[in-house]
């Protein structure tokens, strides 16, 4: 049988793993642009209770506390920082950051995803993210292109070859969510709409869209790995002792044993 104090030391070094590959996970998405950092939330258990507060004593008296005892911790949610990362110049035309709420839609198999990386590129006439997904509403781009123009709101023109006048195309729309945390990360930058993050939401001039895209940027992850760094000293101070306290809970039970 497993000593309970073992139970709770594990349930307490789980936690403090989940928190610490978060950290690094964290950190090795320092150059990732658009990555949003995770945090670890957790939470205690439930308790055992030998004796309830406000129960009898005696004839006279009642408990005026209760005697419980912790069964230990456990993981209750993973929240990513949605707040935007730093905006770094690239003066590529084909870059665009967002500085403020909101994902791009791309379609893929199967429906649409989000992502807030803004490396874009042509593929089949269309603008597509890095990984060659089309944005939706999807823009096209001529190929005798000299030019490509996106101001604050999105709005794409284009300077074509041969002609005078600049000619729109289309616009960039970003999509929300009333609970961002919701949303399924799958990796490559995107996330897929859940019944938790609600539907896609179109956004516009209302929603702060006047001057949300930067165009020829980029955004960075807003990963502080400094930060990360000084969360993964600690925990890994407490797993070495929560360890250490296992190890003692075994020799007490050895010891418990070969003298009982």
């Known amino acids: ?14 936690v403090l793993q989940n928190k610490l590959n978060a950290s690094i996970h964290n950190i090795t998405n320092g ?73 791009f839609q791309v379609e893929r198999a199967g429906g649409f995803a989000y992502t807030r990386a803004g490396r874009l590129q042509k593929k089949d006439g269309l603008l597509t993210n890095e990984s060659g997904l089309p944005l939706d509403p999807p823009i096209t781009i001529p190929d005798n292109l000299d030019e490509l123009i996106i101001s604050g709101d999105g709005t794409i023109t284009a300077k074509i070859r041969g002609e005078e006048d600049l000619v729109e ?39 702060g869209m006047s001057d949300v895209i930067k165009h020829k940027c980029l955004e960075e992850s807003n990963v502080n790995s400094f930060a990360e760094l000084i969360k993964i000293m600690p925990i890994t101070d407490l797993i070495k002792a ?18 009982s």
Not at 40 to 63: E, K, W
Not at 251 to 258: H, L, S
């Open 31 to 103: 150059t990732t642009e658009g990555y949003k950092s995770i945090d670890v939330i957790s939470s205690d258990s439930g308790y055992r209770t030998q004796r309830s507060a406000g129960s009898p004593l005696d004839q006279n008296n009642n408990s005026p506390t209760g005697i419980q005892y912790g069964t230990g911790t456990k993981v209750i949610a993973t929240e990513r920082n949605f707040t935007a990362g730093p905006t770094k110049l690239t003066g590529d035309e084909m870059h665009v950051a967002i500085s403020g709420q909101g994902f």
């Open 242 to 259: 929560i360890s250490n306290a296992i190890k003692m809970c075994e020799e007490t039970n050895k010891y418990i044993i070969e003298h």
């Open 1 to 14: 049988m497993t000593n309970p104090l073992i139970h709770i030391a594990l349930s307490g070094i789980d």
């Open 169 to 207: 195309l289309g616009q960039l729309v970003l999509f929300n969510f009333s609970n961002p945390n919701g949303l399924k990360a799958i990796g490559d930058n995107l996330y897929l709409e859940t019944s938790a993050s609600g539907g896609a939401m179109e956004m516009d001039a209302g929603d």
